[in-house]
């Protein structure tokens, strides 16, 4: 049974070997945090984004009790006056807690938030040994001899038998990277019969001694942390000093919130309406990790949807649920789906509420997608800095006032991670063991067109059956390789329908038709290829 470790390297493997990600700048040894799209993942992001854009901009369902709404597109620049970044609170907020190793020969950083202490104990009941441990990390602070005469107080089954600093998201997946193998057996037995991991979330500023949270990577000793904005900056113009100082966005949404006057204005819109964009935002993030999933350069797609502040709870659970359905209706199987509301304590400070759709990675459940009542936060800090009026006039209420605002921000790279991870599918009994089972919508090429050999005048049947397909979906043709070879390579592209033309197509006409999923042929038709395609991809 492979681990999820496993699964994600297969995923990793095949993505590279069939151009659907590749590292950015790999000849030069590659970037951390950077990733190129190959020509299947090209496609496979863009009918990502044609599907976000269609149903939520172009043709999104009625609202609540059947409210009809507008959608209205932008497409900002990256690079906006940086008194943008200060009204939203980016330049004085956006900040993770960094921390490095001091070994000269590593040198890691980490974000401080994301290591974790895992400490095993002999026995399962260990309630009444946390408070002294919890006492200990903070008299550690201060003085580690007294922290550990304290430990050392503790019943020796108390005493954790094994400790290690992970870096992972959650305590949980700290928990789950626990390297078996280098316990001793007398731990690991008593381990295994007896699971009881307590694990600390390391709280800002570390505390520098006991508990030892060292270096994940080579044991070395930890700096404490220090806060690190995420923006990247550059210069524009040719001076470069503080005053032409500017930021890559670090998200779509501000490009929006400035230009909502200029869109009520420019467009018909009428409260409640929405503004849409996709593009690129970029992170200095400090730790890049799990594959294309925290990047430092990645795309958003978001929509700020602007509404009376007395509808904003009726429009938020309309977004909520709708943005959760889009992505079961596009393929990922909804016990892999969460929809979590966030907690009271979890909210940033300008949301009344919150939820994310995390999506369960073979590196645990992750955020896809956040929906937030941002509610008129971020159209007040604007007025405030800019001094321009970003309130609106209803005239069916007879009312000015600054709007709330419902936001579905989404990862457009997270989005292609996990359509890619829900369609790998591994089945050792079929030829070619490995396929992806992409939703049709969005299969990067739906249909492939073979003779099935290059000769005896096959090719010339094929040929005009593939151009014909191509006028209508994307298609590729192909006469080298065995068949079993060619069809393999089009399972790992996710292609649907292969159609092969062989010799009993010179007789009558008839060609066959393979499933990418059970492997399955019939015949058909050569002239109903494309009526075939359109009753099986419903497009
Ligand atoms: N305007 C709100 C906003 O930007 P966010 O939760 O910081 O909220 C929204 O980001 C989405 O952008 C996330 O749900 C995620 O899908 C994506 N995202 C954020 N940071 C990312 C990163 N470093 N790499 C890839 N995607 C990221």
């Known amino acids: 049974m492979p681990t999820q470790a496993d699964v994600m390297e297969k995923i990793v493997a095949l993505c590279r070997r069939r151009g659907f ?5 790999e000849i030069y040894g590659g970037i951390g945090g950077f990733w190129d799209y190959g020509p299947l993942g090209t496609e496979l992001k863009r009918n990502i984004k044609d599907a976000w854009w269609n149903d939520c901009v172009r043709n999104p369902p009625p609202g609540p009790n059947g409210i009809e709404y507008q959608m209205v597109g932008v497409d900002c620049s990256i690079i906006m006056n940086p008194k943008v970044w200060e009204a939203s609170g980016h330049v004085g907020g956006f900040k993770d807690p960094m921390i490095s190793c001091r070994q000269e020969r590593c040198k890691k950083l980490f974000r401080a938030d994301k290591l974790f202490i895992i400490g095993f104990y002999d026995q399962a009941d260990i309630d009444d040994a946390e408070p002294v441990i919890e006492e200990a990390q903070g008299i550690a602070t201060r003085d580690r001899q007294e922290a550990n005469t304290l430990i050392q107080s503790l019943p020796h089954s108390h005493i954790p038998r094994f400790m290690k600093t992970l870096e992972a998201d959650t305590p949980e997946d700290a928990v789950s990277q626990v390297p078996f193998d280098s316990l001793s057996h007398s731990v690991r037995r008593q381990f295994r019969g007896n699971p009881c991991p307590a694990c600390w979330r390391l709280d800002r500023p570390l505390p520098p001694s006991w508990p030892p949270a060292r270096c994940p990577i080579c044991g070395g000793e930890l700096t404490e ?18 005053s032409s100082k500017v930021y890559l966005r670090p998200e ?6 400035v230009n909502f006057p200029n ?3 420019t467009s018909r819109v009428r409260l409640p309406f929405g503004i849409a964009q996709i593009g690129k935002a970029f992170r200095n993030e400090i730790n890049p990790r799990n594959y294309t999933f925290r990047s430092r350069e990645f795309e958003q797609y978001e929509i700020e949807f602007f509404c009376h502040p007395s509808e904003a709870a009726m429009w938020y659970e309309y977004w909520r649920d709708l943005r959760h359905k889009w992505y079961v209706d596009l393929g990922l199987r909804s016990d892999k ?12 400070h300008y949301a009344e509420s919150c939820a994310d759709v995390e999506y369960d990675f073979p590196f645990g459940l992750s955020e896809l997608e956040g929906i937030a009542n941002r509610t008129d936060f971020d159209l007040k800090a604007h007025i ?43 089945d050792e009994d079929r030829a070619s063991p490995e396929f992806m089972n992409f939703h049709p919508r969005l299969a990067p090429i739906k249909a492939a067109v073979f003779p099935l050999v290059a000769k005896d005048g096959l090719p010339e049947i094929a040929e005009p059956v593939y151009r014909e397909i191509k006028k209508h979906v994307p298609c590729q043709y192909e006469a080298k390789q065995s068949i079993g070879k060619r069809y393999a390579r089009m399972d790992e592209a996710g292609t649907p329908f292969c159609f092969t033309v062989d010799g009993q197509t010179k007789e009558d006409d ?9 492997a399955s042929q019939i015949r058909i038709d050569k002239s109903r290829c494309v009526e075939y395609l359109r009753d099986r991809l419903g497009l």
Do not use: W
Not at 21 to 25: A, K, L, R, T
Not at 225 to 242: K, V
Not at 402 to 411: H, K, L, Q
């Open 252 to 257: 779509t949404a501000q490009g929006i919130f």
């Open 510 to 518: 008839t060609l066959t038709v393979r499933d990418r999923n059970d």
């Open 21 to 25: 990600i590749f590292g950015s700048s």
């Open 225 to 242: 942390a220090r806060a690190f904005n995420l923006m990247f900056e550059t210069h524009a113009g040719a001076l470069q000093d503080s």
């Open 263 to 265: 869109v009520v204005k």
């Open 337 to 348: 789906l969460r929809l979590r509301d966030h907690e009271a304590n979890e909210l940033a």
């Open 384 to 426: 405030e800095k800019s001094g321009k009026d970003l309130s609106y006039f209803d005239d069916q209420r007879k009312e000015r006032y600054v709007p709330y605002v419902i936001e579905p921000s989404g990862g457009v790279d997270r989005s292609v991670l996990a359509f890619i991870t829900e369609a790998y599918t591994m």
